[in-house]
């Protein structure tokens, strides 16, 4: 099992995996009491709120990017996207932060990579899902719904 990491949230200390695989199928497979259909239902919800939340990130001021990383990070945690969340986290604390502007653009690209291989991975699982939940925020032609 891999290693963890303690982080604060909201006053209370949680236990992470050092990520290891995009997805913690274990934790998945809890968080949806073992339910195939809504771990596939959860999953597609995630890849949407990614997509969107990215979208708002890219180009947004720091207070409404540490907003969408923070709404995006509680996501990445309940399905186990412990890399989402960690990058979700550094966009947080870098945004909210006396951090350099080429911090932020850092945190954003961390942020859009561990996103997208998250969403590579729920593809991989859900072989008959279309990809269309892109998580590139640079196509500006998805929806937001």
């Known amino acids: 099992m891999p290693t963890s990491r303690l982080s604060i949230s909201a006053g209370r200390a949680l236990t992470e995996p050092t990520p290891a695989a995009a997805i913690d199928d274990d934790h998945l497979r809890q968080m949806t009491l073992g339910d195939p259909a809504l771990e596939r239902e959860v999953l597609e919800i995630f890849m949407r709120q990614a997509a969107l939340m990215l979208r708002r990130i890219a180009g947004a001021k720091p207070a409404l990017a540490a907003a969408a990383a923070h709404t995006l990070k509680g996501s990445a945690r309940g399905i186990g996207a412990w890399r989402v969340a960690q ?5 947080e604390r870098v945004a909210g932060g006396d951090d350099s502007l080429e911090a932020f653009k850092v945190a954003v690209a961390e942020l859009e990579t561990a996103s997208r291989e998250a ?17 590139d925020p640079r196509r500006r032609g998805a929806r937001d719904d």
């Open 119 to 135: 969403c590579a991975a729920i593809l991989a699982r859900l072989p008959d899902r279309s990809d269309d939940a892109d998580v």
């Open 87 to 91: 990058a979700a986290d550094r966009l």
